[in-house]
């Protein structure tokens, strides 16, 4: 059974920095790319950033600049840098993984439970 558990997030200051972790447990399947998205109050949720196996990663035009996402796909793990922070970037912040069971062709999406991020103006 596939899970995502996070780690980090908490209560900063504008202008401050945090570091968000993700990792996956289980095993017999591979990770395409992972990334995060987040859900402000009242909000939907939107994607923030992706990586894929190939390095290749993706922002969303309200963090570029701000964030960077690093991914450990031997380890299973990504990871989010994020500086200057702003009150408009509090929310919860969900990691995703598009995962391949081995022996399958299609991709599945897991979530992480959540974690939240508080900018304090």
């Known amino acids: 059974q596939v899970q995502l558990v996070e780690s980090g997030g908490g209560l900063v200051q504008a202008g401050g920095s945090l570091r968000l972790s993700c990792a996956a447990s289980?095993?017999?399947?591979?990770?395409?790319?992972m990334g995060w998205y987040r859900q402000a109050p009242g909000k939907q949720r939107e994607l923030v950033t992706t990586?894929?196996?190939?390095?290749?990663?993706n922002y969303a035009d309200s963090v570029l600049g701000r964030f960077a996402i690093s991914g450990e796909f031997r380890k299973k793990m990504v990871n989010l840098q994020m500086g200057s922070l702003k009150p408009e970037d509090t929310g919860v912040y969900y990691c995703?993984?598009?995962?391949?069971?081995?022996?399958?062709?299609?991709?599945?999406?897991?979530w992480g439970q959540g974690t939240q991020v508080t900018v304090s103006s």
């Open positions: 990586i894929n196996t190939d390095g290749r990663s």
């Open positions: 289980g095993s017999g399947f591979s990770i395409e790319n």
């Open positions: 995703y993984a598009e995962i391949r069971q081995y022996g399958r062709t299609n991709l599945k999406m897991y």
